[in-house]
């Protein structure tokens, strides 16, 4: 059984960067992120799934002999003999600018789900890093025009993406500050306070890519023990609570990697020891994949 406070499955790549191209999964030289949560989702689906999806998990608590309840905002109870918690950093919220508030929803996101939405637009983006870079060659090719804005002369995205930028027509305007957004109703114009004085753009799109506030929500207060908001685990991905293990951006121990392929190696192990925790004298051996049969499992 899966819950998620978001509406589908994914996490943050079904949710922030579905068109991004993710380059660190053993086998995929290159995959959007939609195209690997599809192909998650798929390689789950023999297991046949429970989704709860835009229901959140708000209380953890153990029940003497069953595991865990899990209580739910909307009211409901979970029970589960092992609790994996995938929570990723927390619920984001985007940063934002004073400016782009009335315009919210009529021009103005944080993120670009379908960039084909954009095709013949004037488009503005705003930020320095790799989201704004990332949706900035995204776009390039499909709206009428991308202008990336960015308070400062040096960009915080990769130097390989960042020199594609450059190349591909965007036009880049440093040591700027966007500081009004105008229109009757929907977004039309951007301000743009820069070094060469104040510039009038045309924009029916702004995306604002100037990072998340994040915020794990309830679980800070499970009993986890935690550093720094994150939840510490062992080599088995087990956390304090016994039957409870974390894996992904949500958990730390010395030495790890934030990287989609370590998180994928971080689930394995925690389900093949959840998975030996309740099953009183198995051993841990993993049945090889190859010797499984998908069309058959019950």
């Not at 900035?136 to 002369?153: D, F, Y």
């Not at 020199?163 to 500081?179: F, H, N």
Request: proline fraction near 6%.
């Amino acid at each position: 059984m899966i819950v998620d406070a978001l509406p589908e499955p994914g996490g943050q790549v079904a949710a922030l960067y579905p068109e991004k191209r993710i380059h660190d999964v053993a086998g995929l030289p290159a995959v959007r992120g939609r195209e690997l949560v599809d192909g998650l989702i798929a390689q789950v689906e023999p297991f046949r799934p429970r989704y709860l999806l835009g229901r959140t998990a708000v209380s953890l608590v153990p029940e003497e002999g069953r595991g865990w309840a899990i209580r739910l905002e909307d009211g409901g109870l979970v029970r589960a003999g092992a609790v994996v918690i995938a929570a990723g950093l927390g619920r984001s919220v985007p940063r934002t600018l004073p400016c782009l508030g009335p315009y919210q929803g009529r021009g103005v996101a944080h993120h670009v789900p379908r960039p084909d939405e954009h095709r013949d637009r004037d488009v503005v983006i705003v930020g320095g890093g790799d989201s704004a870079v990332d949706w900035a060659l995204a776009l390039a090719p499909i709206a009428r025009s991308v202008t990336v804005v960015h308070r400062r002369s040096a960009f915080r995205a990769h130097e390989h993406s960042v020199k594609q930028m450059y190349a591909s027509g965007v036009r880049v305007v440093t040591d700027a500050q966007v500081t009004a957004c105008k229109g009757a109703g929907n977004l039309e114009e951007v301000w743009v306070r820069a070094e060469e004085g104040e510039l009038k753009m045309p924009a029916q799109a702004l995306v604002g890519a100037l990072g998340f506030i994040t915020n794990i929500g309830p679980i800070a207060d499970w009993g986890l023990r935690m550093s720094n908001r994150l939840v510490l685990v062992d080599g088995a991905m087990r956390t304090n609570m016994p039957g409870v293990y974390a894996v992904g951006d949500i958990c730390h121990y010395e030495g790890r990697v934030p990287l989609i392929s370590v998180a994928f190696g971080e689930a394995a192990t925690a389900a093949n020891h959840a998975a030996v925790g309740l099953r009183p004298g198995a051993r841990l051996a993993p049945e090889h994949s190859t010797d499984i049969d998908a069309t058959n499992l019950s």
